[in-house]
């Protein structure tokens, strides 16, 4: 059985920094894509970046140039490192995994769920 727990999240001011963990285990395919979404109450659930086992990454407009997501695949971990945060960029984050390549950054693409971790930004 696939399980995702995410860790990291936190409160921090605006311009401050936190890093996102996803570490997954139960996996047993040789191709999986990984992704950050998050969602705010009310509203829908939005890719925010995701990485597959080549390498290959894909991010949101709204966090290019302040979110990196990377991978340790020894440790079956990914990372999610957000920079430059905004308020707006509050929401509970959700580490999801799916098999396949270049999987694009749509909740329903995703079969595999952590629980979530809440990111708070003040201003």
């Known amino acids: 059985q696939v399980q995702l727990m995410e860790s990291g999240g936190g409160s921090v001011q605006a311009g401050g920094s936190l890093r996102l963990s996803c570490s997954a285990s139960g996996y047993t395919y040789s191709n999986v894509c990984m992704a950050w979404f998050r969602q705010a109450p009310g509203k829908e659930r939005e890719g925010v970046a995701g990485?597959?086992?080549?390498?290959?990454?894909r991010y949101a407009d709204s966090v290019k140039g302040r979110f990196t997501i990377s991978q340790d695949n020894a440790k079956n971990t990914q990372y999610l490192q957000m920079n430059s945060l905004k308020p707006e960029d509050s929401d509970m984050y959700y580490c999801a995994a799916t098999p396949g390549n270049r999987c694009p950054l749509i909740a329903t693409v995703f079969s595999e769920w952590g629980q979530g971790t809440q990111v708070t930004v003040s201003s």
């Open positions: 990485i597959d086992s080549n390498g290959y990454t």
